[in-house]
């Protein structure tokens, strides 16, 4: 499965469908995921999240931002604070804002531990 596979499928199971109708209107391949989740779908098998959702680009911004801090204390071998304060003062983004965000993705990627 290619990484454009896995972010269709994510952003499907996520509520936004739009992504996957999208994908398939310009031809994109369809995969055992694809299929496995719209078989799914159809039989009623997968609620979708309702409400006030993280979008996909928001889940995408933080695993990015983690990535980033992760890099930054790994290369520089300092702590994850020091490393939040140092990508916060490069990117002009409050250091609890990043915080935050980095601990929402925590929960999905266990490399940011």
Not at 59 to 81: K, N, P, T
């Amino acid at each position: 499965m290619n990484v454009i596979n896995l972010d269709v499928v994510y952003a499907a199971r996520s509520g936004e469908l739009e992504t996957l109708a999208k994908y398939l209107e310009e031809g994109g391949y369809i995969t055992e995921e694809i299929v496995e989740f719209l078989v799914l779908y159809l039989r009623g098998e997968i609620n979708l999240k309702r409400g006030n959702k993280r979008t996909y680009s928001q889940y995408m911004r933080d695993q990015h931002l983690a990535l980033e801090v992760w890099s930054i204390s790994l290369g520089d071998s300092i702590s994850i604070g020091k490393a939040l304060d140092i990508y916060s003062r490069k990117h002009d983004v409050n250091y609890e804002t990043a915080k935050s965000a980095y601990k929402r993705s925590r929960k999905h990627d266990p490399r940011f531990e």
